[in-house]
């Protein structure tokens, strides 16, 4: 594979997607491959994920979107969800100086239920301080379902009573309101599939799946996945 610098030459050529979303999966696995306990593959994705972050930076990406938590990771065994939360609560606690410095927005998208007050506070305060940055938008998918989504925003509409309502006035009743479709969805892990992540917003995406596990998924893989991206021809259903 090409060195980090001659990606991002080669990237610089045509136009960069404005928003990818990512499912970070495989954490468990990696753990499991190195007879670790998986919350250990956990706290390794979250190095990964920050490597993803600088290179986002590093390129001008204007939006990022990751799956860190969904509506049906509760189900997990162990206290896993808990400790998940916790570990994305320290991982906030960490970094948010250093986001700040670099310009970042950051914004936690998805339902409060089941969140503790402590969590929820930490993500009220690091949008407060971080939503006058002009870098990138890290849109941080924590305790998350998209179906959840479109039937709270369709909640909402009942208590406007709104009557009728257009496809592009819709998108302004979900989280991700003010952020353009992503453009390309990457997923880890070798799964191929969606999730119940981001389904009304990535309905003309464009798709990046790879068996590699997300500890393991390098800033160059990233790269070299808008590289990909930027080859393909979008024709959003035209010819
Ligand atoms: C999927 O792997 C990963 C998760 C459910 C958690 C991802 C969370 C992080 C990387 C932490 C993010 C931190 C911040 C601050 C946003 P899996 O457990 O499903 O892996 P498996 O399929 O191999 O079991």
């Given amino acids: 594979m090409k060195s980090k610098s001659e990606l991002i030459l080669a990237l610089k050529r045509n136009p960069l997607p404005q928003h990818i979303a990512i499912i970070m999966d495989g954490n468990g696995r990696w753990a499991k491959s190195k007879k670790l306990p998986r919350i250990k593959g956990h706290f390794e994705g979250t190095k990964a994920l920050k490597r993803i972050v600088q290179v ?31 570990l994305i609560e320290n991982t906030l606690m960490k970094e948010i100086r250093e986001l700040h410095e670099n310009n970042v927005v950051i914004k936690f998208i998805g339902s409060r239920e089941g969140i503790s007050g402590s969590l929820a506070k930490k ?13 990138l938008h890290l849109l941080v998918a924590v305790n998350y379902g998209g179906r959840l989504e479109i039937v709270e925003g369709i909640n909402t509409l009942l208590k406007e009573n709104v009557k009728s309502i257009t496809l592009e006035d819709f998108s302004r009743y979900l989280y991700t309101k003010n952020a353009p479709d992503p453009d390309l969805l990457i997923r880890t892990g070798g799964e191929m599939r969606i999730s119940n992540y981001l389904i009304w917003q990535i309905a003309y995406s464009e798709m990046y799946f790879t068996k590699t596990l997300w500890p393991d998924f390098s800033p160059e893989e990233f790269l070299q996945a808008i590289i990909d991206f930027q080859r393909r021809s979008r024709r959003f259903g035209g010819v």
């Fill in 123 to 135: 993500m009220d305060n690091s949008y407060e301080m971080t939503r006058n940055n002009t870098g």
């Fill in 56 to 86: 986002c930076g590093d390129i001008g990406l204007n939006y990022l979107t990751i799956y860190a938590f969904s509506t049906e990771n509760w189900k997990r065994p162990n206290n896993e969800p808990r400790a998940v939360l916790t």
